[in-house]
């Protein structure tokens, strides 16, 4: 059972528009969300993220938000570079040291950006 | 500050071997995880280490296993290999303060033959 999902395997978009990443989840245990950046033969990259007492953080051209009611969050990129086009993960958490003091982080499958010079 | 270190990048091993990865974490970063990357499964959880203790683990069998130093480097060890071990081994680490980042090292490509 996915708990966090990314309904699209694949994104496409022109360089200087909007990219728009979703990400649904199942668990009301997460309250600490983040979005990671993947290239080829890399580990992730830490993007942004944000807590379930927020429902908008920004970071430079990144910003995400978050709908509790409907367990969403999406990232949005603007402007897109090339630079952008990679693998973007979801990801959640119960919150660091909840419960018995474990981070444990539950990740989606993962949606590849092409940003399109 | 030196991110999360790796050893080795490639590994490539027969069914049946075991094999030893190693982590180092960022400096001041005292919490550990490892995670398993697969095409079919994407990024699963295996453990979490904190202060040389294993504080949670995921859903794998017991050949695969781990530990953590005193200085918070981080091993672990899948014994007799199966070809559905192949995949990207990562290691993470994060500070101990709340809703702090995991930060990924470059991982380990294991392939098993």
């Known amino acids: 059972d996915q708990q966090v999902k990314q309904n699209s395997p694949s994104l496409s978009v022109q360089e200087g528009r909007i990219s728009i990443l979703n990400c649904d989840y199942t668990?009301?245990?997460?309250?600490?969300f983040l979005w990671y950046k993947k290239y080829p033969a890399e580990g992730p990259t830490f993007l942004i993220s944000?807590?379930?007492?927020?429902d908008k953080n920004e970071d430079g051209r990144f910003t995400v938000f978050l709908n509790k009611s409907a367990k969403h969050l999406s990232l949005h990129i603007v402007p897109s570079q090339p630079g952008d086009s990679a693998v973007y993960f979801c990801?959640?958490?119960?919150?660091?040291?909840?419960?018995?003091?474990?981070?444990?982080?539950?990740f989606g499958k993962g949606t590849k950006l092409s940003v399109i010079p | 500050k030196a991110g999360v270190t790796q050893t080795p990048r490639y590994l490539i091993k027969t069914r049946g071997q075991q094999v030893t990865l190693s982590c180092s974490p960022i400096s001041g970063h005292r919490s550990v995880s490892w995670y398993q990357q697969t095409p079919g499964q994407g990024l699963q959880f295996l453990f979490e280490y904190f202060s040389e203790t294993q504080r949670n683990k995921g859903n794998f069998p017991g050949r695969f296993s781990g530990r953590q130093f005193s200085n918070s480097r981080s091993e672990m060890n899948v014994s007799t290999l199966e070809l559905g071990d192949s995949a990207l081994y990562l290691c993470?680490?994060?500070?101990?303060?709340?809703?702090?980042?995991?930060?990924f090292g470059n991982g380990t490509r294991l392939t098993v033959t």
């Open positions: 990801a959640a958490s119960p919150g660091a040291y909840s419960g018995a003091g474990s981070y444990q982080l539950t």
């Open positions: 944000i807590s379930s007492i927020k």
């Open positions: 668990n009301s245990m997460f309250d600490y």
């Open positions: 993470a680490s994060s500070q101990t303060d709340q809703n702090s980042p995991l930060h």
